[in-house]
């Protein structure tokens, strides 16, 4: 019987397990696991706009560790501070720009986005 796990390159890895960890060093355990293929998580971690990680960094780490992006991430939680709907939508659209951008830098031909009600998740 073959095992659905037998060809990881099948599977693109999420970074989201190391939410909490370096995304430098999340990556280099990941492909030590024999994953080639990663969704990079953009939410208030690693690839999120707000966090300011360098993208030339991101791109090198890929190279290094010989991974390629399956998909981005883009960010939808934490939207704290606006009192104004317009407000929000134009910070929101601009995050999105910037993920599609990274999306474009990495050569990841996805981007996940949420549509929701940013109060769910605060």
């Not at 960094?57 to 560790?65: G, S, T, Y």
């Not at 599609?100 to 830098?105: H, L, P, T």
Request: net charge neutral; glycine share 6%; with cysteine.
């Amino acid at each position: 019987m073959r095992s659905v796990y037998s060809d990881k390159s099948e599977y693109a890895f999420s970074t989201w397990t190391y939410e909490n960890c370096d995304l430098g060093k999340a990556l280099k355990e990941i492909a030590g696991h024999g994953f080639n293929t990663v969704e990079l998580w953009g939410d208030t971690a690693h690839l999120d706009p707000r966090a300011g990680l360098d993208r030339k960094l991101v791109k090198q780490w890929l190279r290094d560790f010989n991974l390629k992006v399956h998909s981005i991430h883009s960010p939808f939680r934490n939207f704290k501070g606006f009192t104004h709907n317009e407000e929000f939508r134009k910070y929101r659209m601009d995050l999105l720009k910037k993920s599609i951008d990274d999306c474009s830098f990495l050569s990841a031909p996805i981007l996940v986005v949420h549509g929701l009600d940013r109060n769910e998740y605060n």
